[in-house]
């Protein structure tokens, strides 16, 4: 799950890692107040959505006065906001984060993440903070220092120096960027969390260290342990497939091709995309209705289906165990008369009550097109595209 920025800092502030005096404002006349409040300039006006890239886009901005604040609050709040990371289609902004200015005198990099090959979490650190990390990264990964962290270990003081003398802090600058650190893993262990970062993490004229930016990604397996954070969703920043989805406990992710598909079990879900890219197709979507799944909540995933305008046609790949293949043919029968089929399917299945799957889907009048095994299901799903 992510938050946004000024949520992430209200976190780093929680676990005594120092950001600029500000707070968020969903209109112009809210962002003039926070800016009255804070009573030097320049304030930075920056746009709340779930994406980076946002100064390029002109989310961010240096107001000089009360009034300049909340006329630039009026140009970004309401506009939509194309940045590298939300696509050509952009995300609408709906609130800003008003933040005091500092003086810069240099921009760092900073970030925490799990690293599953090594079971370890990854420290991160770049001389190379600002606006185009993601281009040091791709262009000049030797530029970004890392760290592996033993979890049942945790941070250790050597690792932070390590990190401190890779950045070639001064020693007077290293006592603050040290604790910083162990904060922010402290908050990356207590959370849950897959992802910290602070980009940038600055060093102002007066050797004081801020959190200039803040972005934090929870585990959404481990929100059952941090109910509070649920307070923090913002559906709105999220597709209304996915959202939709998760009403019915699916695991569903919106992707930009054209086949739509529906599976039992992760893995199998990636191999069914491995297929359709093979058959020359692009999958529209991850969908694992899981091993479990009722009748009920595979119409639901197929009415999910159904919604998305790039599905040109459908592959539902079943191996049954738990979710018995009867089980599956009678919810794609009930979505398929509750909501109409109005593009070609493909469906596999293997397993339990296979035999009675099949037939159930045979008497119920509609246009499917059964798979003998997964190479015919290619085949078919070849067809489609064609």
């Given at each position: 799950?992510?938050?946004h920025?000024?949520?992430?800092?209200?976190?780093f502030?929680?676990?005594?890692?120092?950001?600029?005096?500000g707070?968020?404002a969903?209109?112009?006349?809210?962002a003039?107040?926070?800016?009255l409040?804070?009573?030097?300039?320049?304030?930075?006006i920056?746009?709340?959505i779930?994406?980076?890239g946002?100064g390029?886009?002109?989310?961010?901005?240096?107001?000089?006065?009360?009034?300049?604040?909340?006329?630039?609050a009026?140009?970004?709040i309401?506009?939509?906001?194309?940045?590298?990371?939300?696509?050509?289609?952009?995300?609408?902004?709906?609130?800003v984060?008003?933040e005091?200015?500092?003086?810069?005198?240099k921009?760092?990099?900073v970030?925490m993440?799990?690293?599953?090959?090594?079971?370890?979490?990854?420290?991160m650190?770049s001389?190379?903070?600002?606006?185009?990390?993601?281009?040091?990264?791709?262009?000049?990964?030797?530029?970004?220092?890392?760290?592996h962290?033993?979890?049942?270990?945790?941070?250790?003081?050597?690792?932070?120096?390590?990190?401190a003398?890779?950045?070639?802090?001064p020693?007077?600058?290293?006592?603050?960027f040290v604790?910083?650190l162990?904060?922010?893993?402290r908050?990356?262990?207590?959370y849950?969390?897959?992802?910290v970062?602070?980009?940038?993490?600055?060093?102002t004229?007066?050797?004081s260290?801020f959190?200039l930016?803040?972005?934090?990604?929870?585990?959404?397996?481990?929100?059952?342990?941090?109910?509070?954070l649920?307070e923090?969703?913002d559906?709105?920043?999220e597709?209304?497939?996915?959202?939709?989805?998760?009403r019915?406990?699916?695991?569903?992710?919106?992707?930009?091709?054209?086949?739509?598909?529906?599976?039992n079990g992760?893995?199998?879900?990636?191999?069914t995309?491995?297929?359709?890219?093979?058959?020359?197709?692009?999958p529209?979507?991850?969908?694992d209705?899981?091993?479990?799944?009722?009748?009920?909540?595979?119409?639901?995933?197929f009415?999910?289906?159904?919604q998305?305008?790039?599905?040109?046609?459908i592959?539902?790949?079943?191996?049954?165990?738990?979710?018995?293949?009867?089980e599956?043919?009678?919810?794609v029968?009930?979505a398929?008369?509750?909501?109409?089929?109005?593009?070609?399917?493909?469906i596999r299945?293997?397993?339990?009550?296979?035999?009675e799957?099949?037939?159930?889907?045979?008497?119920?009048?509609?246009?499917l097109?059964?798979?003998?095994?997964?190479?015919d299901?290619?085949?078919?799903v070849?067809?489609?595209?064609k």
């Open positions: 799950m992510n938050i920025e000024y949520q992430a800092k209200a976190f502030r929680r676990f005594d890692i120092p950001t600029p005096e707070d968020v969903f209109s112009p006349k809210q003039k107040d926070i800016a409040k804070i009573g030097s300039f320049p304030v930075a920056k746009a709340q779930h994406a980076g946002r390029k886009g002109g989310g961010v901005k240096l107001a000089d006065s009360a009034d300049q604040a909340e006329s630039m009026e140009e970004i309401g506009m939509n906001l194309v940045t590298p990371q939300t696509g050509p289609e952009g995300k609408r902004v709906r609130k984060l008003v005091k200015g500092l003086d810069i005198k921009e760092l990099y970030g993440l799990l690293d599953r090959q090594t079971a370890a979490v990854v420290l650190a001389e190379a903070g600002g606006m185009d990390i993601e281009a040091v990264a791709a262009r000049s990964p030797e530029k970004i220092l890392k760290i962290i033993n979890p049942l270990i945790g941070i250790q003081s050597f690792q932070c120096r390590q990190a003398f890779g950045l070639h802090l020693q007077h600058v290293m006592k603050q604790p910083v162990k904060n922010l893993y908050l990356f262990i207590a849950d969390c897959l992802l970062e602070i980009n940038p993490l600055v060093i004229v007066d050797d260290v959190a930016d803040a972005k934090i990604n929870f585990d959404d397996n481990a929100l059952f342990r941090h109910k509070d649920l923090c969703r559906i709105e920043e597709d209304p497939l996915d959202v939709e989805a998760s019915f406990g699916l695991n569903y992710i919106n992707l930009d091709g054209n086949i739509g598909n529906m599976v992760a893995g199998l879900a990636m191999a995309m491995d297929i359709i890219k093979r058959a020359g197709a692009e529209a979507n991850f969908l209705v899981g091993g479990g799944a009722s009748s009920e909540k595979v119409a639901n995933g009415k999910i289906i159904l998305d305008k790039k599905v040109k046609g592959f539902i790949n079943i191996f049954g165990g738990i979710l018995r293949c009867d599956l043919a009678k919810g029968v009930e398929a008369e509750k909501t109409g089929i109005n593009v070609p399917v493909v299945m293997e397993g339990t009550n296979v035999e799957g099949r037939k159930i889907l045979a008497s119920s009048g509609l246009d097109i059964a798979a003998r095994d997964l190479k299901a290619a085949q078919k070849s067809q489609l595209v």
